[in-house]
T-cell receptor
Framework: AQSVAQPEDQVNVAEGNPLTVKCTYS??????LFWYVQYPNRGLQFLLK??????LVKGSYGFEAEFNKSQTSFHLKKPSALVSDSALYFC?????????????FGRGTQLTVWP | DTGVSQNPRHKITKRGQNVTFRCDPI?????LYWYRQTLGQGPEFLTY????????KSRLLSDRFSAERPKGSFSTLEIQRTEQGDSAMYLC?????????????FGPGTRLLVL
């Protein structure tokens, strides 16, 4: 069965500092991993994905994520946080086999960047 | 580029009433997904369509729920005899079936409150 864990409900960071939002996964088969961001009263916006290839994936708005197979992790990172990055972040893994289409989401991590 | 649109954005109804939501996917996207998101949780998969065919349904989709995509374009999600536990954000996503490279793009959601 596929699942995602986001161990931190909240992450607080000062503007200009690096940020990390953690995600670990459990899948049968190859992992296909995604990060989405959700602003208040909005849908989810796609940030980046890992399918195969380089372990460091670059995405929108300066975000990147590092895939680590041995640790089954896919942490989201940004070298210098902005106040406008404050939002709810979701990690997701794609299903395998007969559930190939669906995404399995974590519970989300609320990121707050303070000035 | 017109994104995924959903209507209505908000719906308040009384317990026992029927409600219907509409989703218009990104043009030419052949896959369409429905998810449900409750407070403090990540989105949970409900069902998805490839063109007009409904290919998978979650166990969350009780017999009070029905989804259609009659012409392979827009989709409707109907909830009959609503219950207070149906209160949630209902999210629609669409994608172009491109195998492993598939990325789902989400609409703004319909927030349902059942009184």
């Amino acid at each position: 069965a596929q699942s995602v864990a986001q161990p931190e409900d909240q992450v607080n960071v000062a503007e200009g500092n690096p940020l990390t939002v953690k995600c670990t996964y459990s899948v049968s088969g190859n992992p296909y991993l995604f990060w989405y961001v959700q602003y208040p009263n909005r849908g989810l916006q796609f940030l980046l994905k890992y399918i195969t290839g380089d372990n460091l994936v670059k995405g929108s708005y300066g975000f990147e994520a590092e895939f680590n197979k041995s640790q089954t992790s896919f942490h989201l990172k940004k070298p210098s946080a902005l106040v406008s990055d404050s939002a709810l972040y979701f990690c997701a893994v794609k299903g395998g086999g007969s559930t190939l289409g669906r995404l399995y989401f974590g519970r989300g991590t609320q990121l707050t960047v303070w000035p | 580029d017109t994104g995924v649109s959903q209507n209505p954005r908000h719906k308040i109804t009384k317990r026992g009433q029927n409600v219907t939501f509409r989703c218009d996917p990104i043009s030419e996207h052949n896959r369409l997904y429905w998810y449900r998101q409750t407070l403090g949780q990540g989105p949970e998969f409900l069902t998805y369509f490839q063109n007009e065919a409904q290919l998978e349904k979650s166990r969350l989709l009780s017999d009070r729920f029905s989804a259609e995509r009659p012409k392979g374009s827009f989709s409707t999600l109907e909830i009959q005899r609503t219950e207070q536990g149906d209160s949630a954000m209902y999210l629609c996503a669409s994608s172009l079936d491109s195998g492993l490279q598939e990325t789902q793009y989400f609409g703004p959601g319909t927030r349902l409150l059942v009184l």
